[in-house]
């Protein structure tokens, strides 16, 4: 995979925006809509066990509000704890998105750290991938489980940043860079972020992209967070093409000193 390419590719698909954005805890969809256009992200996630995408016919939809015609928008499998949900979650989305392939696999491990359950992930995107589903996954910031989840055929390897919803960053940069380091797919970081350095961090590491939901849904100012979002994964994502300065034990004079006049 071509590192030094600016848009980000994704089964097949070309994004301008690097940065993901989600559908859960606005006050309603016109919060989110607003956080989504100030974002410039092209890619919305959505939890199918959360947010009603037709499925409740006396409801109404996000899409109603969202249109699929000018964003992606990516079923995620939230609140599941086991495989067997997650596949049917998925298998659902796919009914009610009309054949839509691209999904998220989260399976959670339990409700208290919302950790990824690395043993039913693996059985789940397995199931997924030779069901004929794209799926990006999310999984923990271990480098060789992020591995086995691409050999599987997962389209776009997730790993976490902090527990989701926490806020704390970028806890295990080391980790993350191993998996950079071995990967043939995107990486995106997937939940941690809590403000716009820790997406720039994520991104002047290397990573593909940074999906974020609650730092931006539970900012006091939503549009304005997404907007501070898409500068910092636009920086981070520049920094990190054009390749930082060594980091030295000592001072570096800034000026010459060859040539000097005393």
């Known amino acids: 995979m071509n590192k030094q390419q ?12 690097r940065l993901i954005i989600g559908s ?41 509000v969202i249109s699929p015609k000018k964003y992606t928008i990516l079923p995620n499998t939230a609140g599941c704890y086991s495989a067997e949900d997650a596949v049917r979650t998925c298998r659902m989305a796919r009914e009610l998105l009309d054949g839509h392939k691209l999904v998220k696999l989260e399976v959670l491990g339990d409700q208290k750290t919302l950790y990824p359950n690395v043993t039913e992930t693996l059985v789940a995107a397995e199931t997924l991938v030779k069901d ?39 806890r295990n940069p080391h980790n993350i860079r191993l998996i950079l380091e071995n990967a043939e797919v995107p990486i995106i ?3 941690g972020v809590g403000t716009a350095s820790d997406a720039s961090i994520a991104m002047e590491l290397g990573c593909d992209g940074v ?3 609650t730092a931006i849904a539970e900012a006091n100012n939503p549009a304005l967070m997404a907007s501070a979002m898409k500068k910092a994964v636009e920086s981070g994502r520049e920094a990190y093409l054009a ?3 060594p980091r030295r034990l000592y001072a570096s004079a800034s000026s010459p000193t060859d040539g000097t006049f005393f």
Do not use: W
């Not at 600016?6 to 925006?17: I, P, T, W």
């Not at 100030?38 to 006396?58: H, M």
């Open 243 to 245: 390749g930082r300065m």
């Open 189 to 191: 970081v997937d939940a």
């Open 6 to 17: 600016r848009s980000l590719s994704v089964a097949g698909m070309e994004y301008q925006s």
């Open 132 to 170: 004929g589903f794209d799926v990006m996954v999310y999984t923990s910031d271990d480098p060789l489980i992020a591995k086995r989840l691409e050999e599987i055929g997962c389209v776009a390897v997730m790993p976490l940043g902090a527990p989701i919803g926490s806020g704390l960053g970028i």
């Open 24 to 64: 859960g805890k606005y006050r309603d969809f016109a919060e989110n809509l607003a956080a989504l256009e100030a974002s410039g992200a092209e890619i919305i996630t959505v939890a199918i066990r959360r947010v009603n995408l037709g499925q409740n016919s006396d409801e109404p939809s996000l899409l109603e």
């Open 211 to 213: 999906l974020m939901n």
